[in-house]
């Protein structure tokens, strides 16, 4: 399987994974993921007060490179929660594949954790002791998130999606193969 197939099934289990679920579970999930979002535009926009478009600007988006991997079952969760999955394109190697040569295709609430929380030393400078100090807090509400959806799903929602899902193919080939 290749990447593009991988990402379809993986986001076609998690849309089963969700209709799935007890209303209960359904319902708190929902709630976690509409505050998860929440926190990650919280946290862009700390970053964004400073300018840090500016910044990027000049550095050409090197760290939207190679992401493939940024996009976890709990980012991806969020975004069929709220019915807009990215557009992603594999074959553009090192443009990000929910990116295009132009930035990122999703808004800050919808964008993957890592890249939420990723700030390289040129707009670490830019940022106050304030903005660290409440960028450090929404860090730690974003990983209490994961965590929470973690113990709800019973799965792993930190991980990559595209791990996930080649995992979530790999035990279903063997369990065919079991029952072969
Ligand atoms: S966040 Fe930093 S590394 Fe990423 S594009 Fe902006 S300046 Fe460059
Ligand atoms: S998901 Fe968006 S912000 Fe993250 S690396 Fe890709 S293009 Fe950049």
Known sequence: MDDTQVWNSGMARLN?????????????????????????????????????AAVCC??????????????????????????????VDFTRKPVCPYGTAAGCTMEPGLRPADCILFLCDGIDRK????????????????REFIREASRL???????????????????SKFMVQRQA
Request: glycine share 4%.
């Open 16 to 52: 089963s994974f969700l209709v799935s679920l007890p209303a209960e579970t359904a319902e708190a999930l929902t709630l976690l993921l509409a505050r998860y979002g929440r926190a990650k535009k919280d946290l862009a926009a700390v970053v964004a007060a400073v300018d840090a």
């Open 153 to 171: 799903t019973g799965e792993q929602v930190g991980t990559p999606l595209l791990l996930w899902a080649e995992k979530q193919n790999t035990s």
């Open 58 to 87: 000049e550095c050409r988006g090197q760290c939207c490179l190679n992401g493939k991997y940024r996009m976890n079952v709990c980012d991806a969760l969020a975004c069929l929660a709220a019915q807009t999955a990215p557009t």
């Open 127 to 142: 940022l106050s002791p304030h903005d660290r100090l409440l960028c450090a807090e929404l860090e730690q509400i974003l």
